[in-house]
C-alpha cells in the first residue's frame, strides 16, 4: 500500500463524517446542543457541591441566603412586587448594582428565581419567584414575627406589615393568600 492509497483510505472516515454533516445539520446542532447542556449542567453540579461549606442543613441553607442582601431581594419580589433590576435598585435598601447582581445570578443558580425577557421591551429582564422561592414565604413570615417581637422595641421606627397581626392568627392560610397574590402578579407580567 502507497502513502497516498494509506492517506486516501484513512480519510475515507472524515469524507463519510463530512458527508454526513453536511446533509445532517440540524441533527448535529441538537446533538452539540445536548452534549452542551450536559456539560454545563456537569459543571453547574460541581459548582454548586463546592459552594456548600458543610453538610448540616442549616448551614446550607444559610450558605444561599445567610447573606446581608439575598432575604432582601426575595422581601421586595413577594410584597413589593419587584421584578427589574430597575425596581431594585430604586428601592430603599439601596443595594450596589454589583451585589445585585451577583446575587440574582446566584439566586437563579439554585432556581429560587427565574429570568426571563419583558415581552414589550428585550433589553429589560423580569426576575420571578418560582416555586421553590415562594417556599420561602412561611420563613419570612416567622422573621417579620420574630422582629415585631424581638426588635421592634429597640427599632420602633421599623414598617410592621398592618395585617402582621392577622397573619400571625391565620398563618397557614396567609401564606397561601401571599403565594396566590405573587403568582397573579407574576402572570401579569407577561400579558
Keep these: 500500500m502507497t502513502k497516498n492509497t494509506f492517506i486516501a483510505q484513512s480519510a475515507y472516515p472524515f469524507r463519510m463524517l463530512i458527508f454526513f454533516c453536511s446533509h445532517n445539520l440540524t441533527f448535529i446542532l441538537q446533538v452539540k446542543q445536548i452534549i452542551i447542556t450536559f456539560v454545563l449542567q456537569a459543571i453547574n453540579n460541581t459548582a454548586m457541591k463546592d459552594f456548600f461549606r458543610s453538610k448540616c442543613p442549616i448551614t ?13 431581594i426575595i422581601k421586595q419580589m413577594l410584597f413589593e412586587e419587584k421584578s427589574t433590576f430597575k425596581d ?6 439601596a443595594i450596589a448594582t454589583n451585589i445585585l447582581s451577583s446575587r440574582l445570578k ?3 443558580t439554585f432556581e429560587i428565581i427565574n429570568k426571563n ?3 414589550d421591551n ?3 429582564k423580569i426576575y420571578t419567584l418560582t ?3 415562594l ?5 419570612l413570615i416567622e422573621l417579620m414575627l420574630w422582629s415585631k417581637n424581638n426588635i421592634h422595641e429597640i427599632h420602633p421606627s ?3 406589615h398592618p395585617d402582621l397581626d392577622e397573619i400571625k392568627k391565620h398563618k397557614k392560610q396567609s401564606v397561601k393568600r401571599i403565594i396566590e397574590s405573587y403568582n397573579k402578579f407574576k402572570e401579569s407580567l407577561f400579558k
Excluded: A, C, R
Design 60 to 72: 446550607s441553607g444559610l450558605d444561599i441566603f445567610g447573606d446581608k442582601w439575598t432575604l432582601v
Design 122 to 124: 428585550k433589553k429589560t
Design 158 to 160: 421599623m414598617n410592621i
Design 106 to 108: 446566584q439566586l437563579e
Design 135 to 139: 417556599s420561602f414565604t412561611p420563613i
Design 117 to 119: 425577557t419583558h415581552p
Design 131 to 133: 416555586d421553590k422561592g
Design 88 to 93: 431594585f435598585t430604586d428601592s430603599q435598601e
